[in-house]
T-cell receptor, first 114, second 112 residues
Framework: NAGVTQTPKFQVLKTGQSMTLQCAQD?????MSWYRQDPGMGLRLIHY???????DQGEVPNGYNVSRSTTEDFPLRLLSAAPSQTSVYFC?????????????FGPGTRLTVT | GDSVTQMEGPVTLSEEAFLTINCTYT??????LFWYVQYPGEGLQLLLK?????DKGSNKGFEATYRKETTSFHLEKGSVQVSDSAVYFC???????????FGTGTRLTIIP
């Protein structure tokens, strides 16, 4: 199993550009989520999905879109990048139905918006 | 809302020293509690967890006890190694909800 994979590892965008961060998992997990990690703020939940076709907002959803057309993939779209979106982005997945299942994290995407 | 307060870092210790990283929480329901670890350049990995009061989670020599009366889940290790250098995150989730609420993280550096 590859686990949770994310691409790209690094990305530099100019303000106003759009891009998609890719996330895939091969563990047949129903639950997937996106977090951003900023210095001194820990990880904050952006969007999450409890299964294909179902998504919902987390703590900091503004400026980001998601969709979940398959169990395996959960892309995160930045529609018009802003410097405030400079961060490290982590995708995670887990089994669902109880809060005690381990969440598996990808290696992260470091995004810089200039 | 739910929140996690973690000991401010960074923390620097000598090899074989005793480690404590404090974590307290506020939750609207009955939370499950977790410690995640992030090694340099990697994503987070689950270190240990506890799902009910007085449970002790343990892994790789680390331990944490779920204390409902003090709303705490402090991480301890009796003798740290250089390989324990990482960022440690305390987190909670509530009532069948997979969403995790994280603390701000504590960077730990162990010097030989």
């Amino acid at each position: 199993n590859a686990g949770v994979t994310q691409t790209p590892k690094f990305q530099v965008l100019k303000t106003g550009q759009s891009m998609t961060l890719q996330c895939a998992q091969d563990m047949n997990h129903e639950y997937m989520s996106w977090y951003r990690q900023d210095p001194g703020m820990g990880l904050r939940l952006i969007h999450y999905s409890v299964g294909a076709g179902i998504t919902d907002q987390g703590e900091v959803p503004n400026g980001y879109n998601v969709s979940r057309s398959t169990t395996e993939d959960f892309p995160l779209r930045l529609l018009s990048a802003a410097p405030s979106q400079t961060s490290v982005y982590f995708c995670a997945s887990s089994l669902t139905g109880t809060s005690t299942y381990e969440q598996y994290f990808g290696p992260g995407t470091r995004l810089t918006v200039t | 809302g739910d929140s996690v307060t973690q000991m401010e870092g960074p923390v620097t210790l000598s090899e074989e020293a005793f480690l404590t990283i404090n974590c307290t929480y506020t939750a609207t329901g009955y939370p499950s509690l977790f410690w995640y670890v992030q090694y340099p350049g990697e994503g987070l990995q689950l270190l240990l967890k506890a799902t009910k009061a007085d449970d002790k989670g343990s892994n790789k020599g680390f331990e944490a006890t779920y204390r409902k009366e003090t709303t705490s889940f402090h991480l301890e290790k009796g003798s740290v190694q250089v390989s324990d250098s990482a960022v440690y995150f305390c987190a909670l989730s509530v009532g069948g909800n997979e969403k995790l609420t994280f603390g701000t993280g504590t960077r730990l550096t162990i010097i030989p």
